[in-house]
Nanobody, 124 residues
């Protein structure tokens, strides 16, 4: 049974930082690209960042480029999202997701497994 468990969310002031973690089990972690998505109330789930299975390639949404960094530790089956210079518009539930076959990498529907999400709230 595949499980993705996010942690590290919370309340932070604008300009602050948070690091999210996503621990994976039940899959060959190093064979999957990992993505972070977020969903704010009343909005669709949107792509945030993606990292290739080896960690050698990353992709970011324009809205977070230069502020967020995705990384992974295949020995620990964990992917991270370091978020800095946070803005109130970053407030959302953040989800990690695993993708086996590389296709439409920014589209949620093309990811195979999802975590339950962790809330990030940025106050102004």
């Amino acid at each position: 049974q595949v499980q993705l468990v996010e942690s590290g969310g919370g309340l932070v002031q604008a300009g602050g930082s948070l690091r999210l973690s996503c621990a994976a089990s039940g899959l060959t972690f190093s064979s999957y690209a990992m993505g972070w998505f977020r969903q704010a109330p009343g909005k669709e789930r949107e792509f945030v960042a993606r990292i290739s299975p080896s960690g050698g390639s990353t992709l970011y949404a324009d809205s977070v480029k230069g502020r967020f960094t995705i990384s992974r530790d295949n020995a620990k089956n964990t992917v991270y999202l370091q978020m800095s210079s946070l803005k109130p518009e970053d407030t959302a539930v953040y989800y990690c997701a695993a993708q086996y076959a590389e296709a439409r990498v920014t589209r949620p529907a093309f990811y195979d497994y999802w975590g339950q999400g962790t809330q990030v709230t940025v106050s102004s």
